[in-house]
């Protein structure tokens, strides 16, 4: 039975309010029959320095990824993996992490593609829940194994691959969520952390970095001020996100799809990690899309 849904009053403007959680909402029910909490950040090694108590740990890199085909795990090993963390398929799922959750966003996007009813995540992540102070802990959970059911994962409707993108003819809206000295290919003091090739957008992409969603602290702005910072995108046509790895654009499509309701929002993970290192794949750079 999925877990009654925060009432908070910010959340109640965005077009699926469902789909997040307050750190005093989570901090009330934790250890409540049917939720289960998880952590997914870019630095693995955080969890092992404080976490929310009874919360399990999902490494976005070894456990979401097949390192033989370089794809997502399939379907049986999902299931495995949520057996292991204890996780049930009618349970319901708080992500949090780092970096304002991108790897979060990015981990609750893998749940989707394998159609979880009820996954949501923590609003500001680590930090709301680190600046309110509220208690950690440093004891892993050994959560009894559950019987989650091995299902296909759908990439249809939530993922684009690169030969999809390369193909497409239909009307669609390509967005680059990273910063602007990357979109336009200066070269930048993360060009080593961001490793490529070649440097610039897709040709056709526009710029809308994904940090005009939350402030500072990690938390998502009012529904108003986000519409304004995507105010130039179409919700009838279909939007395309990317940006590196695609955890920045897992993140902003989280915002598109539930807090401003677009009905068509897709994520091209491979992203320019694998755009800008494929051989005579179009580029450009500067501003111009």
Known sequence: MAVPFDPNPQFQEYSHPERLVSASWLSARLGT?????????????????????GAVRIDWRKDLNDPVTRDFIDGQAFAEL?????ISRDDTVVVYGDKSNWWAAYTLWVFELFGHPDVRLLDGGRDAWMGEERDMSFAVPEPAPSDYPAVERDDSTLRMLVDELKASKTSRTLVDVREKDEYTGTPATTAEALPALRHGHIPGAINIPWGGSVYPNARFRPKAEIA?????????QQTVVYCHLGDRSAHSWFVLKYMLGFKDVVNYDGSWSEWGNMVRMPIKQGEKP
């Open 82 to 86: 949520m057996q292991a963390r204890g």
């Open 228 to 236: 304004e910072t995507y105010g130039e995108l179409d919700p009838s």
């Open 33 to 53: 029959p049917g939720l289960k909490v998880v952590e997914s950040d870019e630095d693995a090694f955080l969890y092992d320095i404080g976490h929310i108590p």
